[in-house]
């Protein structure tokens, strides 16, 4: 079974900093995808990035940036000058190629300071 | 658009007692998702739907059934509540298979079994 693992419940940064935030996790396929979406505390989950595997080049969207690696099972979040719009839950995710069963961790709570 | 539509927004149960949360889409997606979030958790897969007429269990369908008789809804329906089923429910919809699409998460439901 896959799982997904985020080993920080709880990060802070200071507005306008930088923060990764960490995520881990189990496979034995070669072919999937990875994301990190966000839960604001309207409780929507929005879609942040994703990474297919195949993919050598990191993903990025704006400020939003992963560290893929592949070998590792690795796939840390990126946020550049972070803004108090980005205080949220941030879930890792991962779902294998042509599969409908998507795996979250348990998610890591982003406070950001003023 | 409305996007992905979901009530009740809040409910409360007693043991025992049954209940339907609706879920509605207008994106003419093919693919419907229902996941329940417990508290300090990721997010689990429930049931999903590849078209009318086509459902499939995710990871934890104990308790629960779906049906899906047009594209556009997909109720997910409580059988005989339990406290162990208290959770937040997220309706999801995607043109395809979620890896490659993006899935679009409803408001959710929050449900409380006493």
């Known amino acids: 079974a896959q799982t997904v693992t985020q080993s920080q419940p709880e990060m802070s940064v200071q507005e306008a900093e930088t923060v990764t935030l960490s995520c881990t996790y189990d496979?034995?396929?070669?072919?999937?995808?990875l994301f990190w979406y966000k839960q604001p505390p309207s409780r929507q989950m929005i879609l942040v990035i994703r990474q297919e595997a195949y993919k050598q080049q990191n993903a990025t969207e704006n400020r939003f940036s992963v560290n893929f690696q592949k070998a590792a099972k690795s796939f840390s979040l990126k946020i550049s000058d972070s803004q108090l719009g980005d205080a949220a839950m941030y879930f890792c995710a991962y779902r294998r190629y042509n599969n409908n069963d998507m795996r979250f961790g348990a998610g890591t709570r982003l406070t950001v300071k003023p | 658009n409305a996007g992905v539509t979901q009530t009740p927004k809040f409910r409360i149960l007693k043991i025992g007692q049954s209940m339907t949360l609706q879920c509605a889409q207008d994106?003419?997606?093919?693919?419907m998702y229902w996941y329940r979030q417990d508290p300090g958790m990721g997010l689990k897969l429930i049931y999903y739907s590849v078209g009318a007429g086509i459902t499939d269990k995710g990871e934890v369908p104990n308790g629960y059934n779906v049906s899906r008789s047009t594209t556009e809804d997909f109720p997910l329906r409580l059988e005989l509540a339990a406290p162990s089923q208290t959770s937040v429910y997220f309706c999801?919809?995607?043109?395809?298979?979620?890896?490659?699409?993006?899935?679009?998460f409803g408001p959710g439901t929050r449900l409380t079994v006493t």
């Open positions: 999801a919809s995607s043109w395809g298979l979620a890896g490659g699409y993006e899935q679009y």
């Open positions: 496979t034995s396929e070669s072919d999937y995808y």
């Open positions: 994106m003419n997606h093919n693919y």
